[in-house]
């Protein structure tokens, strides 16, 4: 059984993700860590699991619309100093995890393990009213 709900299961299958993937993360660890971006914990098990993934998703959502996203933290690449300033500004250390396709607003991460496994079943799929 997964911990996923079908909704996001089907974006993350359609997306090349399968169960039990494991991604290296070496080459954006290295990367990162020469310009004093370190991988934490949390980060490394997330693109372990999801590194290089894109999700072409669209339409409504809960909060705002669904937007396609990449999960490539080389997409940060140059960004270390506003991450490093926003760590600070903080308190956290923050890793690049990709960025929303088209945008300019990276996806990073400062959760600890438990905190990915619990967001992960909290999403709730919007519901769509009968006509």
């Not at 909704?7 to 020469?34: C, N, Q």
């Not at 669209?58 to 690449?77: K, S, T, V």
């Not at 619990?118 to 769509?128: A, F, M, Q």
């Amino acid at each position: 059984m997964s911990d996923w709900s079908p909704e996001v299961l089907e974006v993350l299958e359609a997306s090349g993700w399968t169960a039990g993937m494991r991604v290296d993360t070496t080459s954006w660890r290295s990367r990162f860590e020469a310009v004093g971006i370190v991988m934490h914990d949390a980060a490394e098990k997330f693109v372990q699991e999801f590194g290089g993934l894109t999700a072409s998703v669209g339409g409504p959502g809960i909060n705002r619309a669904r937007e396609p996203f990449e999960l490539d933290p080389e997409l940060a690449w140059g960004e270390d100093d506003r991450f490093r300033e926003w760590s600070a500004f903080l308190g956290r250390h923050l890793f690049p995890l990709g960025e929303l396709v088209g945008d300019v607003h990276k996806i990073s991460s400062s959760l600890t393990a438990e905190q990915v496994a619990w967001n992960k079943t909290r999403y709730d799929p919007p519901r769509t009213s009968p006509a």
